[in-house]
């Protein structure tokens, strides 16, 4: 027996191996930076929140010092609260992926029904199994989405057709949020006069300041952005790409076969919370 004859096979195994611990490797990484975006995100804002809270020169400090229940003191804590709720929701949420042909059940769809529907035309090469239309394979998230939209590194999650809304109520709650600090770090920087108390005083205040302007730009951009593709029947992938993709090709710049105009968009984006079957809609118009 040729003892040489076995290292072919113990060269492929360990091409398996090593292969196996790269993607090991790989999605130990993407696990860490979902939490890294959300511990992230819940430091920086708990720190700016607490910067202008606990400023004594700062409204909300003052009336809870004085014992005066004020307005803004209930409705404050109300904003922080739904703008973390929403926040979590959409990053933990799963954001519409593809059942994967092994048996997995998402809940609303089975496999055997995914793979028996006309969605043949699309496959994912990554996934290897049927792609539903408007479904795109996520790098990050190793898995179809459907209805994708982009993959969110804030959120570390995608969005797509089941948390795309609640993304969109968390950027609008986070830019009320935004506002409210704002308008209480001004009206707190304006109380003192002195130079060099106002730096004491406000030190903090401005770093807050800066975190805000930059944080509120970049929402109210994505905020607007999302309203426009949401008026125009697009996803945000859709929109980037839409020269690229085979069912869009045809249309011309910003429109698409999923335009329904206006106010059916606006609806169908908030109040329809069932799997689309677009390939259905897609065959109706043919
Ligand atoms: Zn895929
Ligand atoms: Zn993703």
Redesign the pocket.
Known sequence: MDPFRKLPDDKQEMQLVLEESTADKADKRKKYNRIAARIGHTVLSLSVIAGICFNPNSSIYRSAAAGNLTLELYLFPVIVFISFVLYYIASLMN?GYVPIATGEEDGEEDTTTLIKSDHASYFCRWCDQPQPLRSKH?R??N?C?RRFDH?CPWLG??VGERNHRVFLYFLIAEDMLIFKCFSMIWETSRRSNEVLEWIQLNGILVVCALILVIGGLAVTALACCHFYLILHGLTTWEHVSHSRITYLKRWPEDSSPFNFGYCKNCFMFCCYCSTQNWEKYIKSLT
């Open positions: 954001p996520c990050e998230c898995r989405v993959h999650n995608c």
